[in-house]
């Protein structure tokens, strides 16, 4: 299959949600020959930073919703988007996984939600975080979850093949998003998906990638502004010796028969 993850920049004028949900159906439309297209999160209130200005942001999840469907339909691929949306009367952070029918296969609502999100009256997700679809199992992680080893670890018990992770983390730094992201696909074993925004700056943001099960980057974007591809096997898993001279044997395995949480209780 092929994976694209789209990295808008974070545009700082006066209408920057505009522009920015603009540029990601731009970037929608022009991509070819795709299996599965990640979005990252708020793509339909991107660059905002207050409550007011978010809020008001709302009536266009539903467009960009409509747009992934109509996308995902067209070219037959799997489009995952996420969105700030009012859902059954609460304010959620969510990310939709669209089929390739353009049917909503799976919603996964953020988890861990960060201050701005907790004084926004967002709700917190229930904790189911993993799907099948077309023989492929997804594990979801949305920005903030990316800093919570409770959910990484239940995704490596899930086994998924691939991870979407639609994020912002417009402050924090690259080498610290670039570890995070490889520790991930290392311990669950899985590809991993991240799409982000482009803060134009080589220290802060961006790094929008897609890395193998081994923790390998395989396409990272940085700070640049655009779409990245990779073609993979989402069946394929790093094998590793099960310590030095062993067998053969999957590294998720090779760290799950070592656990022993009771030590820590």
């Not at 994976?3 to 159906?25: R, S, W």
């Not at 803060?199 to 974007?221: R, V």
């Amino acid at each position: 299959m092929i994976i694209t993850v789209v990295q808008p920049p974070y545009f700082a004028g006066e209408t920057p949600d505009e522009k920015i949900a603009e540029f990601l159906v731009t970037e929608l439309e022009k991509a070819e020959q795709v299996s599965l297209i990640v979005l990252p999160e708020y793509s339909n209130a991107g660059g905002l930073s207050d409550a007011e200005r978010e809020k008001a942001a709302l009536p266009r999840a539903n467009e960009m919703l409509e747009k992934a469907s109509a996308v995902a339909k067209e070219k037959s691929a799997t489009v995952a988007v996420n969105v700030l949306e009012e859902r059954d009367g609460k304010l959620r952070n969510s990310t939709y996984l669209f089929d390739k029918t353009g049917r909503p296969a799976f919603v996964y609502d953020k988890i861990h939600l960060p201050p701005s999100e907790v004084a926004l009256g967002v709700e917190r997700g229930s904790g189911t975080c993993v799907c099948d679809l077309d023989g492929i199992r997804f594990g979801f992680l949305t920005c903030y979850d990316v800093y919570f080893n409770e959910q990484i670890e239940y995704l490596a018990s899930q086994k998924p093949d691939i991870i979407l992770i639609p994020g912002y983390q417009r402050g924090e730094a690259t080498d610290i998003i670039r570890a995070q992201t490889k520790m991930i696909a290392f311990r669950c074993n899985a590809f991993v998906a991240k799409s982000s925004y482009s803060m134009d700056s080589d220290e802060k943001g961006g790094c929008s990638m897609i890395l193998a099960p081994g923790g390998t980057i395989l396409k990272d974007l940085g700070k640049e502004v655009g779409a990245v591809s990779e073609e993979v096997d989402p069946k394929w898993k790093y094998m590793r010796t099960a310590g030095f001279g062993g067998g053969m044997i999957r590294n998720d395995d090779f760290i799950n028969d070592g656990l022993c949480p009771e030590a820590f209780v």
